[in-house]
């Protein structure tokens, strides 16, 4: 598509007979033809390169985050200290490009401060106005890439979360199915122990070492089941941790995106209040020169009738 | 090859962004290019006028922000220094436009300027361009100078429009010079070139004999020749990135005059009552709140062809479903509060649900706002259907379009009744073109009523005179002879005079149908069908001298273009055949300008105006 839309040629074809026209020397032209063809990028403001650089490392989180997506997601590849590994890089990562942007934001928020002390303040701040809204732009671009970078890592982080959960929700399964089975054979072991002990009536000699064995059996199962009851405790318990951790992870983005929005408001209230104030004085100046205008104009007319009253009255 | 208008022109757009580099990486971040597209990372947009409105339905402010624009801007207004950035420019070819962009240059106002202007650039202007920079001694800012060819509003995947207005009056204004009408035919037939290069295909082109679809025809087909004779061209390229396909889509013009009625018409749907009524522009509402109407609302895109009473209902149900949603969530998370078990399963049924519930709060918020948005627009479209009793109206042009009925007293109770000035017009006009040969007493006491409300009569009376004219020629119109009859109407009268005619005569005889319609089917069929074998037909791609292979089709895929003034009525129509048929047909359509009745008819006055019919004094609101 570009070749055929392309019609800077013809552009240069008529930039080059217009400047003939103009009388361009021909070192001029020369210059003005390479130009065209070697292009030396415009200096840039320290802010713009600023902000190139946390894209850059913005893109840097993208492609880190992408290369270990595998790694982090996939069960069997990676294991949990290492998935913790991931997370905290990740969140260092964020961190410094966030600080990164506000530093950037509060660069453009000191520049229009600054320039607005000078006692040109407001000319140079209308010409300002432009550069102003490009930057914020600037900013509002990062700190949406970050936020959709950030989204993309969080799901990867829920599907980890659905995963533990899962993994432990069958575990505390087939502990209900073993703890079930352990108090089956318990049931048919009380039969048999009230069977043997009908035939034990019979041998009578053998019956104390059978009790003992017995009081011995009793004593293991009535552990085991206790360590059973424990372990699904612990299980129960951990799989809360995880739901609460998870459940106050999405609160915390919720309160950010608020305590954000909260900010902004409270800014422009105050700079509303602000206006109101300096509105309210120029306002006030107005009345005042009014009033002085007033009395000024009277007196110059009260003096007017009678200078010219007196030369009238002089002129006779 | 699928006809997919929107997504193409999306795509250029999104390419004129990112200042041609080759894109792509997969993520679809725009990521992984070099050096250069991070240095050009922050763009500023400049527009003018036109071109914003161009720009308005395809992308979001937000969605140019993906694309690194930091702000857009108008080219009028007065802009102040961005030292850094490289800029985009995306305006009309004019000379003024040049002259601001060489005033930009000269002050530095930006870091680099990619210039591209909506339609092919003139070589005048051009070099108005290079000689102002070269004064100026900028010249090594203009980094690019494109021609885009975009210059076309796409509302809708299948539906656009080329902005520019009042085409109907223009051509057929009985005072209008040679000049004029050759000046606007070369501007429509430049428009839908811009569509046909866009879609990369080189389409047939049937329109009827005689007229203003003829001419644009020709102009079309005259430059598509030009531009193919040279190699590489766009068509060559877009054929290169897609399979070369053996379909042609074919392109149907006709004039607003071949089917008048539709223009006018009051329809019951949701889409034609909010245009018509509400004025909806570049799908943007401006009821004391601004709406966006268009694919990005399931509502809409659902339910924007029903019925209006149907349309109700509907919010209603979604009313009830969305109540009936927050009510289990709030049930869910604050009522399984009450009894408090550590019961394991129950917890982790809770906190699942009140996860599920935070996660479905802000698509429960967009839900609410999109069913008060259309509450809004519904209780508002009640409100001036009551006032103005649109109801009888449609019913009334219901019954004589359709089924030839008549309904006197109706009809002179809406004349005398509730209803603007233009309802009542438009109902007298359609009466008017429903019946070839109303009776004398019927048609005094339309106008007397019409009188008596104060309307202007000049649309009327334009339209009366038309078929007037017509009729005179009534003795020779028996559809045998139709070839006679077109060829004296021609000779004596031009263009205006033969569709009407065939426009009432295919009304009367299907009613059902909009002539449109079926002469759209009948021409993707092919097969020999009276209406439309004496339709001209013209290839660009066929050798000019040789006759071989006239290819009529079956055809696939169609675009219709109706010079004049589309409409939304036309558009469903389309719609619905590119449906119904059993084989997948698609079809686009577009207009040079998207009319309601209310405009149409202001339009129709201006011609009767110029005609000099005038009426009553004018009640033609300011524009």
Not at chain 1, 249 to 255: D, I, K, P
Not at chain 2, 307 to 315: G, L, R, S, T
Request: net charge negative.
């Amino acid at each position: 598509m570009s070749r055929v839309r392309d019609r800077t040629e013809d552009f240069k074809e008529s930039v080059r007979v217009a400047a003939l026209g103009h009388g361009y020397t021909e070192s001029q032209l020369a210059a003005l033809m390479s130009s065209f063809i070697i292009r030396k990028p415009a200096p840039k403001l320290p802010f713009t390169n600023a902000a190139i650089k946390t894209l850059e490392s913005v893109r840097e989180l993208e492609k880190f985050i992408v290369k270990h997506r595998k790694d982090y997601v996939d069960l069997h590849r990676t294991t949990e200290q290492e998935r913790d590994n991931i997370e905290h890089e990740v969140g260092v990562f964020v961190k410094a490009c966030k600080e990164q942007i506000d530093i950037l934001k509060n660069r453009i928020h000191e520049e229009k401060s600054g320039s607005a002390k000078t006692w040109l303040g407001t000319s140079d701040e209308s010409s300002r106005l432009d550069l102003i809204a490009h930057q914020h732009g600037v900013v509002l671009i990062l700190s949406e890439r970050l936020h959709s970078v950030t989204a993309q890592f969080d799901r990867l982080r829920t599907m980890r979360f659905q995963d533990a959960i899962n993994r432990a929700m069958p575990r505390k399964r087939i502990q209900k199915k073993r703890e079930t089975k352990a108090a089956e054979p318990s049931k048919p072991n009380l039969v048999l122990k009230s069977d043997v002990s009908k035939v034990e009536d019979q041998e009578v000699s053998t019956a104390p070492l059978r009790v003992q064995e017995q009081l011995l059996d009793d004593e293991t199962r009535a552990l085991q089941v206790e360590l059973i009851n424990l372990l699904d405790a612990v299980q129960e318990t951990e799989t809360k941790m995880i739901e609460m951790s998870a459940l106050n992870h999405l609160m915390s983005t919720h309160v950010l995106q608020q305590a954000q929005q909260i900010q902004y408001l409270y800014d422009q209230a105050v700079e509303a209040t602000n206006n109101v104030e300096r509105g309210n004085k120029e306002l006030s100046q107005a009345i005042q020169r009014n009033s002085s205008s007033r009395t000024f104009l009277l007196l110059f007319f009260f003096v007017l009738t009678f200078s010219v009253l007196f030369l009238d009255w002089y002129s006779k | 090859m699928a006809l997919t208008l929107r997504k193409k022109q999306l795509d250029l757009i999104v390419r004129m962004l990112h200042l041609n580099q080759p894109q792509g990486s997969p993520d679809g971040f725009g990521g992984g290019g070099g050096d250069g597209e991070e240095e050009e990372a922050y763009k500023i947009l400049v527009m003018d006028n036109p071109c914003i409105a161009l720009l308005a339905p395809v992308i979001r402010v937000g969605d140019l922000r993906k694309h690194g624009v930091t702000l857009h801007l108008n080219i009028d207004k007065a802009r102040q220094q961005v030292p850094d950035a490289p800029a985009v420019y995306l305006v009309r070819p004019t000379p003024a436009n040049a002259d601001r962009i060489a005033a930009d240059a000269a002050a530095g106002l930006y870091a680099s300027f990619h210039v591209n202007f909506s339609t092919s650039v003139p070589r005048p202007v051009l070099d108005r361009l290079a000689t102002a920079v070269a004064a100026s001694r900028c010249a090594h800012r203009v980094a690019r100078v494109a021609d885009q060819y975009l210059d076309f509003v796409c509302l809708e995947e299948g539906l656009f429009s080329l902005a520019q207005p009042r085409a109907y009056v223009a051509l057929n204004d009985p005072a209008a010079a040679e000049a004029d009408i050759t000046a606007l035919v070369d501007a429509i037939s430049l428009g839908l070139f811009c569509v046909v290069a866009t879609l990369g295909t080189v389409p047939l082109i049937r329109c009827a004999r005689g007229g203003p679809a003829e001419m644009v025809a020709a102009a079309l087909d005259a430059r598509l020749r030009d531009h193919l004779i040279a190699k590489p061209n766009l068509f060559t390229e877009a054929a290169a990135t897609t399979v070369a396909s053996f379909q042609r889509p074919v392109l149907c013009l006709f004039d607003r005059n071949f089917e008048l009625s539709v223009g006018i018409q009051h329809d019951w749907s949701y889409r034609p009552l909010v245009h018509d009524v509400l004025g909806l522009k570049l799908n943007k509402l401006k009821l004391p709140e601004n709406y966006d109407l268009d694919d990005s609302d399931p509502f809409w895109v659902a339910n924007s062809w029903l019925q209006f009473p149907k349309v109700a209902e509907e919010i209603e149900a979604q009313l009830a479903k969305y109540k009936q949603d927050v009510d289990e969530v709030n049930q869910r998370t604050g009522g399984g509060r009450d009894g408090v078990e550590f019961d394991g399963t129950d917890l982790i049924g809770n906190t699942r649900h009140l996860m599920n519930a935070v996660n479905s709060l802000p698509e429960l918020t967009e839900r609410k706002k999109m069913i008060d948005k259309h509450t809004n627009i519904a209780t508002a479209l009640l409100g001036h259907i009551k006032e103005r009793s649109l109801d009888g109206y449609c019913e009334c042009e219901n019954g004589m379009l359709v089924d030839g009925t008549l309904d006197r007293t109706k009809l002179m109770n809406l004349l005398r009744g509730n209803g603007t000035k233009e309802d009542k017009l438009r109902l007298a006009v359609t009466y008017l073109l429903s019946f070839e040969t109303p009776l004398p007493s019927d048609l005094e006491q339309v106008e007397a009523a019409l009188r008596e409300s104060e309307v202007d009569m000049s649309a009327f009376l334009y339209v009366k005179r038309i078929k007037s004219l017509n009729s005179q020629f009534a003795g020779a119109s028996s559809t045998a002879s139709k070839g006679q009859f077109v060829d004296w109407a021609e000779k004596l009268y031009g263009h205006s005079l033969v569709a009407v005619t065939a426009g009432v005569r295919n009304l009367l005889s299907d009613g059902k149908q909009l002539a449109i319609t079926r002469t759209v089917e009948a021409l993707m069929e092919g097969k020999p069908n009276p209406e439309v074998d004496n339709y001209l037909l013209f290839d660009p791609r066929a050798p000019k001298s040789g006759t071989g292979g006239q290819f009529r089709g079956p055809f696939r895929e169609a675009i219709v273009f109706m010079i004049g003034g589309g409409n939304y009525i036309e558009y469903r129509s389309l719609m619905e055949l590119a449906q119904r048929s059993q084989i997948t047909k698609q079809v686009i359509y577009g207009a040079t300008e998207i009319l309601n009745g209310v405009e149409f008819i202001q339009q129709l006055s201006e011609l009767g105006q110029k005609a000099g019919l005038g009426g009553v004094s004018s009640s033609l609101p300011p524009q």
